[in-house]
C-alpha cells in the first residue's frame, strides 16, 4: 500500500455521533495511534474552528490541520493557507441592511462566531435542531473579517434576500427552514485539501478521507483512499473508494484496522 502520511476527517457522522451526542470512542483511539505513527490529522468538516473548539474536539483529537467552513479556509500546523473572506465592504453593507430590517444572524469568522439575536423563538428552534454551540454576543465582535453571514429567517423572506446576494454578487444557500448562508466564494472541500497538499508536498496516494454525505465527495475525488461510513449518503458511498461500518459500530476505527494504518 501507498505511504500515507495524512488523514482528512470529516465531523459530523462521522467523529461525532448526533444520536449520542458524542464522539466514537474507539474511533478516537485509533486516531491517537495513528498520530503517533507520524500521520498528520486533518478535521475536513463544514462546521467552523469555533464549533469544533466548543465541542472539545482539540481536546481529543492530536489535529494537526484544519479544513473549515466546508473548505472556506484552510490551516496547517498554525499557518492559514488560505481564507475566503467576504469583501469587508459587502459584508458591512450585508449588517446594515439586516439591522435595518430586524433580522438575527451569525457572523461567522474564521477562529469566532457572532450572533445578533433578535429573534429568540426562531433561533432556540435552529438550535434545538442543530447540534451546535451557541456563538458569541454580537457586542464581542470587533470588525474582523468573515467568511460568510448566516440569517435566521423563513422562506417568506428568499425573494428579499436572494435580491441582496445578487445585488452584491453571493452564493445564496438555504440549508434549512430558518437559515440562509451568504459568502462570496463557492466552499469545496477539495480546495482545502490540496492547500494542505501543497505546502506538505504530498501526493493523493498519500492521503485517506473519511466522510459520509454529499458534501464529501470532493474531498473523496481529491484523494486516493476514500472512505466512506456506512451510515453515510448512497451517492457518497457510490464516490467512495471504500465503504466501512457505520459510525456506532466503529466503523472509522475498523477501516483504519483494515487497511493496516492502525495495529
Not at 457518497?236 to 483504519?256: M, R
Request: charged content about 25%; overall charge negative; glycine content about 4%.
Amino acid at each position: 500500500m501507498d505511504k500515507i502520511k495524512a488523514i482528512f476527517l470529516d465531523f459530523d457522522w462521522t467523529l461525532f455521533d448526533h444520536k449520542t451526542r458524542t464522539f466514537n470512542e474507539r474511533g478516537i483511539k485509533a486516531l491517537q495511534e495513528a498520530h503517533q505513527k507520524g500521520i498528520k490529522l486533518i478535521i475536513n468538516s463544514a462546521r467552523t474552528y469555533y464549533s469544533l473548539k466548543m465541542l472539545n474536539t482539540f481536546n481529543l483529537i492530536p489535529l494537526d490541520g484544519f479544513v473549515v467552513h466546508n473548505g472556506g479556509a484552510s490551516i496547517i500546523d498554525d499557518k492559514i493557507l488560505y481564507a475566503d473572506f467576504m469583501d469587508d465592504d459587502i459584508k458591512n453593507d450585508i449588517i446594515n441592511f439586516l439591522n435595518e430590517h430586524h433580522f438575527s444572524y451569525n457572523i461567522m469568522c474564521l477562529y469566532d462566531t457572532y450572533i445578533k439575536n433578535t429573534n429568540p423563538k426562531l433561533i432556540e428552534e435552529f438550535y434545538s435542531v442543530f447540534y451546535e454551540p451557541y456563538p458569541l454576543p454580537i457586542s464581542k465582535y470587533k470588525n474582523e473579517q468573515a467568511l460568510s453571514i448566516q440569517i435566521f429567517s423563513s422562506v417568506e423572506d428568499d425573494d428579499a434576500l436572494k435580491d441582496l446576494a445578487k445585488k452584491y454578487n453571493l452564493i445564496f444557500n438555504r440549508f434549512s427552514d430558518k437559515n440562509v448562508e451568504l459568502c462570496q466564494k463557492e466552499f469545496l472541500k477539495s480546495k482545502g485539501v490540496q492547500a494542505i497538499f501543497d505546502y506538505l508536498n504530498l501526493k493523493k496516494e498519500n492521503a485517506f478521507a473519511f466522510g459520509d454525505d454529499i458534501n464529501d465527495i470532493s474531498m473523496f475525488d481529491a484523494v486516493k483512499y476514500s472512505v466512506c461510513l456506512g451510515n453515510g449518503h448512497k451517492i457518497a458511498k457510490e464516490h467512495a473508494f471504500y465503504v466501512t461500518d457505520t459510525i456506532e459500530n466503529d466503523g472509522l476505527y475498523k477501516a483504519l484496522k483494515h487497511f493496516k494504518i492502525i495495529d
